[in-house]
C-alpha cells in the first residue's frame, strides 16, 4: 500500500521556521523524484519544490527560493522528504502537499506526479 505522509506543520509566526517531513512507503521510493506543492485558500495547488532520486538536483519555485531546502533520505524501505522552511511570510499560509513522481526528472507541474499525500496545514501569522 502506497503511502505519503507529511508531518511537522503548524501555526508559526512571520520570520519563523518549520520543516515539514514526508514519509513514503509502499513503492521503492528511492527511484521517485519528490516535490512538495501548496494550496491556499480559493486558489490553485503550486508548485514549491521537487528533488531528484539521488538528491543531487533541486528546483525551486522562485517564491521560495533562498528560503526553503528541500532534502531526502533514501532509507532502505521507507523515503523521508523535507521541507526546511525559513522566513515565513504570511503568503505561506497553506496545505503543503508531498508527491511523488517516477519520471526520470524533476516535474514542477501536478501532472508530473503519481502519489499525493493528504496534506498538512501551514499558518503563517503576521
Known amino acids: 500500500q502506497v503511502q505519503l505522509v507529511e508531518s511537522g506543520g503548524g501555526l508559526v509566526q512571520a520570520g519563523g521556521s518549520l520543516r515539514l517531513s514526508c514519509a513514503a512507503s509502499g513503492r521503492t521510493f528511492s527511484n521517485y523524484a519528490m516535490g512538495w506543492f501548496r494550496q491556499a485558500p480559493g486558489k490553485e495547488r503550486e508548485f514549491v519544490a521537487a528533488?531528484?532520486?539521488?538528491?543531487?538536483?533541486?528546483?525551486?519555485a522562485d517564491s521560495v527560493k533562498g528560503r526553503f531546502t528541500i532534502s531526502r533520505d533514501n532509507a532502505k524501505n521507507t523515503v523521508t522528504v523535507y521541507l526546511q522552511m525559513g522566513s515565513l511570510k504570511p503568503e505561506d499560509t497553506a496545505v503543503y502537499y508531498c508527491a511523488a513522481s517516477r519520471g526520470g526528472f524533476v516535474p514542477r507541474t501536478t501532472g508530473g506526479y503519481d502519489y499525493w499525500g493528504q496534506g498538512i496545514q501551514v499558518t503563517v501569522s503576521s
Open positions: 528533488i531528484s532520486r539521488s538528491g543531487v538536483s533541486t528546483n525551486y
